[in-house]
């Protein structure tokens, strides 16, 4: 039951992606900068997130750490969602948020396979099965499809 709920979950949270690129798009074309509009998106992210962390710290009972060392990939997350998120205001308008989407989890795929191939950052590393390979690759050609025809 729990590897449903999780599932879900990550249905759940691609819809949103989903949903989030027109908003960020028709921000982007209000605002008139596609890059101010990424801004808005993060800082009201990043106001939200704040808050459900100092919510669940004090529910927890957990304190938030400010003191600590801050490694490169305290600012690598942003910069690789803010590229991502600029990305999507830019092209969902140009091919429309399915093909968007649907190259946005083709790109995920072979980076995530590729991140589990060298073990990235800890991870466990899992190499590139045949099947794995033959995966990744109708999802790239379902990709391209749906951008091309």
């Not at 999780?6 to 949903?19: K, M």
């Not at 982007?28 to 808050?51: D, E, K, M, Q």
């Not at 750490?65 to 969902?92: C, E």
């Not at 396979?113 to 794995?132: C, H, N, Q, Y």
């Amino acid at each position: 039951m729990e590897t449903i709920l999780w599932a879900l979950l990550g249905i759940v949270a691609g819809a949103c992606i989903a949903t989030q690129a027109p908003i960020n798009a028709q921000l982007g074309r209000a605002l008139n900068v596609p890059i101010a509009a990424a801004g808005v998106s993060f800082v009201a992210g990043a106001v939200v997130l704040w808050a459900i962390a100092f919510a669940y710290s004090h529910f927890a009972d957990i304190p938030i750490n400010f003191g600590a060392p801050a490694p490169w990939t305290f600012v690598a997350g942003g910069l690789l969602g803010a590229i991502y998120v600029f990305s999507n205001i830019m092209l969902t308008p140009m091919i429309g948020a399915a093909a968007v989407m649907a190259l946005s989890v083709a790109g995920q795929l072979v980076g995530g396979m590729l991140l589990d191939k060298i073990g990235f950052m800890g991870m466990a590393v899992r190499e590139i099965s045949m099947g794995r390979l033959a995966g990744a690759a109708l999802l790239v050609a379902g990709a391209l499809m749906i951008r091309i025809f």
